[in-house]
């Protein structure tokens, strides 16, 4: 039933908890994981020519640099379960929106993700992207507190 699943992952110890369960599952069913890390753009655009702000380029580049370390691990972790594992990286302000996009187009079964657990009010304003994947998503999400 379950042979392609999704894991996004920031490379945080909650991430890893998800990723750990997700090869775990992987494995006793004979599924394929495909991991995927979203890096923010650059979240400033220059007003005028004048103002000064940092390399663009740079700083997305070593946000993909950083998301690409987070899916490399997922990959370790998966080649030394014996379980198949292929890596995406992507730029997006929006990353529930790449997460639901990214498992449609994909064909994925299921989503393995963390939750960082906001609560109240932090919750309601900040946002949650897996609350954003739940409400999205047509697939089943393993959420991991």
Do not use: W
């Not at 990959?75 to 379980?83: I, K, N, P, Y």
């Not at 994909?106 to 609560?119: P, Q, T, V, Y």
């Not at 897996?130 to 507190?145: D, G, I, N």
């Amino acid at each position: 039933m379950f042979k392609h699943l999704l894991v996004p992952t920031d490379g945080s110890p909650l991430s890893a908890k998800a990723v750990q369960a997700a090869v775990g599952f992987a494995k006793e069913a004979g599924a394929r994981i495909t991991t995927v890390s979203v890096a923010e753009p650059f979240p400033y655009s220059a007003l005028s020519e004048s103002a000064f702000l940092p390399d663009q380029t740079r700083y997305e580049k070593q946000m993909q640099d950083q998301a690409r370390r987070h899916v490399d691990e997922v990959a370790e972790a998966a080649r030394d379960a014996g379980v198949p594992c292929d890596t995406r990286v992507a730029l997006s302000f929006s990353p529930y929106e790449e997460i639901v996009r990214l498992a449609d187009e994909l064909g994925c079964d299921a989503i393995f993700m963390a939750s960082h657990g906001r609560k109240g009010v932090n919750r309601l304003f900040v946002g949650s992207e897996t609350q954003k994947v739940l409400a999205h998503s047509t697939l089943p999400v393993m959420v991991f507190r």
